[in-house]
């Protein structure tokens, strides 16, 4: 999560959205860099209205708007496959080693999911309890242009962002069953998606 108290802006860090680029590019133009605890680094909208967003009001007297990045479903549950496909995770409970990514995403839809389908949820990160979006602004992971041309013009800074935390490249196979499935069960996380497109 980073913070830009001058510029009256939160960016929430979504997992597996370039949040780690972003940190890397913008943490000397933020005020706060929230890095650790995962906890507190990836807090999700309800967890940032409830706790933080009352302590930046009354620091502060003024309202933060709210920023998030926002992943294609079956792009980001790739990303999290195959960050767990990773050797050094072979033998762990929440490695995709030995199973293929159909299964992956076919777990991920279960109701209790295995350890390595547990990867969160997009839409649950950005979704208010009313289930509307809980961010101002939010920009597709897909749309890089339109986020750094964004933050350039708020934040007053050229933005270069680094490649951090790439996972394996592979090749990445859904039957049209299981597409057809997870656009069925998880509709919230391709809602979230479309929302952010600009």
């Not at 709210?66 to 990773?86: F, H, I, M, N, Q």
């Amino acid at each position: 999560m980073l913070v830009f108290w001058s510029e009256k802006l939160v960016m929430l860090a979504v997992p597996k959205t370039g949040t780690t680029a972003l940190e890397r590019a913008l943490s000397s133009k933020a005020s706060m860099v929230v890095r650790d605890p995962p906890l507190l680094k990836h807090a999700p909208v309800y967890r940032y209205r409830r706790f933080l967003h009352p302590y930046f009001k009354q620091a502060g007297g003024q309202e933060m708007e709210t920023l998030a990045v926002v992943r294609e479903p079956v792009d980001w549950l790739g990303s999290w496959y195959r960050y767990r496909y990773r050797d050094d995770l072979i033998g762990h409970k929440n490695s995709t080693r030995d199973i293929s990514f159909d299964d992956f995403v076919q777990a991920y839809m279960k109701g209790a999911k295995p350890p390595f389908a547990q990867v969160g949820s997009q839409a649950k990160f950005l979704l208010d309890n009313e289930g509307a979006i809980g961010v101002d602004d939010l920009f597709q992971y897909e749309q890089q242009d339109k986020l750094i041309a964004f933050l350039e013009d708020r934040l007053g800074i050229e933005i270069s962002l680094p490649q951090m935390n790439v996972s394996p490249r592979m090749t990445l196979d859904l039957s049209d069953a299981t597409q057809d499935k997870l656009r069925r069960k998880c509709a919230d996380e391709f809602r979230v998606w479309e929302a952010g497109r600009r």
